[in-house]
């Protein structure tokens, strides 16, 4: 079965600093998805970005970008000049292609803005 | 455009009743899920449906139920509530099977004492 573990519960990051979150995972898949949600106080998920394992190229939007490592089984997200709306939890997360679109989640982690 | 609504925001049992959270989506999407997340913790499945009519288990789903009777609705049912179900349960849907994104409503918070 697939595992995801983010091993940071909480990072903090001034304002418009850069800060990287980690996550791995484990799967004997060769193809599959993956992604970072954001979690903020209001509770609602949104997806930031997504990865498909087959593609080589990190995938970016805007300010956030990822560090895909396929043999590592490495996926971090990178979040450039830090804004206070930025603040959130995190989370990672797996979809294997076969499922049904099931998510498998990492824990989160709390990401703390300082002004 | 309301995307994923669910009812209620919060919500207080004793040990041993029921209730139903309500999950409504306006989007004509075909799978719809429902998640628990537990403090500190990621989301885990608890059912899921593939369109009106099918529904299926999950990683957690016992205590629970669901039914799918039209594309819109995905009501899911407590019975004889816990406090092990004391958590956040999140609705969510997606389009077509090759659709990425989940698209989550805003959760409700139960609380069982």
């Known amino acids: 079965a697939q595992t995801v573990t983010q091993s940071q519960p909480e990072m903090s990051v001034q304002e418009a600093e850069t800060v990287t979150l980690s996550c791995t995972y484990d799967t004997s898949e060769s193809d599959y998805y993956l992604f970072w949600y954001k979690q903020p106080p209001s509770r609602q998920m949104i997806l930031v970005i997504r990865?498909?394992?087959?593609k080589q190229q990190n995938a970016t939007e805007n300010r956030f970008s990822v560090n895909f490592q396929k043999a590592a089984k490495s996926f971090s997200l990178k979040i450039s000049d830090s804004q206070l709306g930025d603040a959130a939890m995190y989370f990672c997360a797996y979809r294997s292609l076969d499922s049904n679109y099931q998510l498998i989640w990492g824990a989160g982690t709390k990401l703390i803005i300082k002004p | 455009n309301a995307g994923v609504t669910q009812t209620p925001k919060f919500r207080i049992l004793k040990i041993g009743q029921s209730m139903t959270l309500q999950c409504t989506q306006d989007m004509n999407h075909n799978y719809m899920y429902w998640y628990r997340q537990d403090p500190g913790m990621g989301l885990k499945l608890i059912y899921y449906?593939?369109?009106?009519?099918?529904?299926d288990k999950g990683e957690v789903p016992n205590g629970y139920n669901v039914s799918r009777s039209t594309t819109e609705d995905f009501p899911l049912r407590l019975e004889l509530a816990a406090p092990s179900q004391t958590s956040v349960y999140f609705c969510?849907?997606?389009?077509?099977?090759?659709?990425?994104?989940?698209?989550f409503g805003p959760g409700t918070r139960l609380t069982v004492t």
């Open positions: 449906s593939v369109g009106a009519g099918i529904t």
């Open positions: 990865q498909e394992a087959y």
């Open positions: 969510a849907s997606k389009g077509r099977w090759w659709a990425y994104e989940q698209y």
